[in-house]
């Protein structure tokens, strides 16, 4: 999942919501047989509960198939955006085949701001509140196992702002920079308002 989540994340960042699912590229005669999962989380197994479940984005990726987990953050589940910026969070883990070992909080740039380690096959993690500060926030529970396999909720979002332009992800094309010396920069730039940008300009110093 490393690379892929990696991928989802940086996706996010610029300011898509999505939800991890995991899909399988294989040929062979074992096509299919797999541990890893993507589960949804409905109310009843009807086509209308699961359509509905998927639209909400509350489903969770995983590569132990008997793992469950749900995660709310003050109240609002998994795939949802909040109504408020202190975001209380309740992680709901059972894992009947490995130890849960450590569980994580990830938010905008992959950043780990919580982490717990449990050591047991069922968790009830509810960690110190967050206040967001700034723009919206993405916030994601990412589960590792004994064994290593791993698990990724769908993201809970903070509440929108009108305008929330970044710079991130700054990098020299070509090699360091040196004082006085004319370099390229390669950065990403995302809006998570609501607000269009347009002709927008970065301007970059050296100090």
């Given at each position: 999942m490393g690379k892929s989540a990696d991928q989802h994340f940086s996706a996010m960042d610029l300011g898509r919501q999505l939800?991890?699912?995991?899909?399988?590229?294989?040929?062979?005669?074992?096509?299919?047989?797999?541990?890893?999962?993507?589960?949804?989380?409905?109310?009843?197994?009807?086509?209308?509960?699961?359509?509905?479940?998927?639209?909400?984005?509350?489903?969770?990726?995983?590569?132990?198939k008997a793992l469950t987990m749900d995660v709310l953050a003050s109240g609002f589940y998994m795939g949802a955006t909040t109504d408020t910026k202190q975001l209380n969070f309740d992680v709901n883990i059972e894992s009947p085949n490995q130890a849960v070992s450590k569980v994580e909080l990830l938010t905008n740039g992959a950043t780990v701001v919580l982490t717990d380690t449990p050591i047991t096959k069922n968790v009830n993690w509810k960690p110190a509140p967050i206040n967001v500060v700034g723009g919206q926030q993405w916030y994601v529970v990412r589960v590792t196992l004994a064994n290593g396999d791993m698990a990724y909720s769908a993201p809970i979002w903070s509440p929108e702002e009108e305008l929330s332009v970044k710079v991130s992800n700054v990098e020299s094309v070509g090699g360091a920079i040196i004082g006085n010396v004319p370099a390229r920069l390669k950065a990403g730039i995302s809006n998570l308002g609501v607000k269009d940008v347009k002709s927008l300009v970065a301007r970059f110093y050296y100090d």
């Open positions: 939800a991890p699912t995991y899909g399988e590229d294989k040929q062979g005669a074992t096509w299919g047989q797999t541990d890893k999962r993507t589960m949804i989380v409905a109310e009843d197994l009807s086509q209308d509960s699961l359509l509905d479940a998927m639209k909400k984005m509350r489903v969770y990726v995983t590569e132990d």
